[in-house]
């Protein structure tokens, strides 16, 4: 029996062999089989010849990864004074680039875990990059709070640990909960996404051809043989896993709005962030996962597996998102004025006027205007268009983050202390660099391990097959 298939024909009504009945959309094109399914999936991983399209875009990215080391090696060795911070924007480029990594973290926990429980099947084409994206994303996030600090070499006092001078960290700090936040995070999306690839290692060690490959597969599978007993107990891990990271999709992002809401700073002091930042999360988030959906389904060929059912649901959740951010912006505004507050007055219109105004008008037209565009079923069936408009979606959220992070603190209660924001070249080589680390582990992730889920695709089958009788 192949690793990765179910002995149980899920799919099937117990003590038959009649097919569930579902009248659903299929998610996969119809006239695949197990084996199609499972071949075309498992080829990208097992192929001897890596493609040179993969050598040239890992290429790329492993220069980005080598300036990131650079400029941290730099960092380390000169100071945070080679970066443009100052006073008063003492925080600059690495948080808004933590906030906005972590945004875009959002969409794999969101697609693999409340769509699981949700039991929406369309998840099933792109969980599983969409997971791998979420571990890329946050590893690079966990970057910047580490080399912010000063002396990331000491960023191990941030954990509470016994320790003999009685020194425990600053619990009312929103750093140190942003440690706990995104640790656990990682923690769990990790363990989620492994779990999940247990059957489809499986598979890999029984079709790998190199006996490198079966026993490097072999340790990972964990000696998985796809008995019944293996699959109840994986349901249930799964199951369980999905129900941790549920959660998590709310409470990490509402700790990172802390950072910014429990302060008394005009512009941050606002009790809407926790949802809006949240919204935003998911909205870049889901920007990011069609961002390397369309390339990828058209350089491997998976456009019978990432369907057009699958771009236009994801388009549909960035323009619900679009549309609670947009609020959240609308909020801002009104409360500022509604306040009754100068100062909330002052930082709003300095944001809209002001020297950071082209930012302001640019985020407006990147995250309102644009995806206003979705709202018409022609927009959401042109590939090319959707692409742009997820990129876009990313570059307006980076510059919400710039926005949130500069104007509220280059103005702030005295005029004696204002000042402005530019970030320097080291500031722009960390963050390429990050963009290039993401794009390195993200092209190994492709090359050595499916990028679609197999037996989830498997499981399905049946499901496209009924509909396709029907029809």
Known sequence: ???????????????????????????IEPGHTFATVTDKISAIVLTKRTPTGWWAGFGFSFTLVMLLFYAIGYLVLAGTGIWGVNIPVGWGFAIINFVWWVGIAHAGTLISAILLLMRQDWRTSINRFAEAMTLFAV???????????????????????????????????????????????????????????????????????????????GILAMGWRGSARHWHRY???????????????????????????????????????????????????????????IPLRKFYGLEDFITMRHIDNMAKVMLATSLIVAYGYMMEAFMAVYSGSKYEEYMIRNRMTGAYAPMYWALIFCNVVTPLAL????????????????????????????????TSLHRDFLPSSWGMYAPTSWDWAIYVGT???????????IRFLPMISIFEMRTILPQAEVREGTD
């Not at 990765?4 to 009248?23: C, E, H, L, S």
């Not at 069936?381 to 979606?393: C, E, G, K």
């Open 1 to 27: 029996m192949e690793g990765g298939r179910r002995p149980d024909g899920q799919g099937r009504n117990p003590g038959t062999d009649a097919p569930v009945p579902d009248i659903r959309t299929p998610v």
């Open 139 to 217: 590893s690079c996030a966990g970057i910047y709070p580490l080399i912010h600090v000063g002396r990331p070499w000491l960023a191990y006092w941030l954990i509470p640990y016994p320790n003999t001078m009685q020194i425990w960290p600053q619990f009312r700090s929103p750093l140190v909960w942003d440690v706990f936040a995104v640790s656990t995070y990682a923690t769990v999306s990790l363990m989620f996404w492994f779990v999940g690839l247990i059957p489809d290692l499986a598979t890999l060690r029984d079709r790998a051809k190199s006996r490198t490959g079966q026993i490097i597969y």
């Open 435 to 445: 963009i290039g680390l993401f794009l390195a582990l993200l092209f190994l992730f």
């Open 235 to 293: 349901e249930q891990a799964y199951l369980l896993l999905a129900g941790l990271a549920t959660p998590l999709v709310v409470s990490v992002h509402t700790v990172v709005s802390f950072d910014f809401a429990i302060s008394i700073i005009p512009g941050w002091h606002a009790t809407i962030f926790p949802p809006y930042f949240v919204a935003g999360a998911i909205y870049s988030g889901f920007a990011m996962v069609m961002t390397l959906a």
């Open 375 to 406: 709202w018409s079923s022609r927009v959401r069936r042109n590939i090319p268009l959707l692409w742009v408009i997820s990129i876009i979606a990313n570059i307006g959220m980076w510059l919400e983050r710039f926005v949130i992070v500069v």
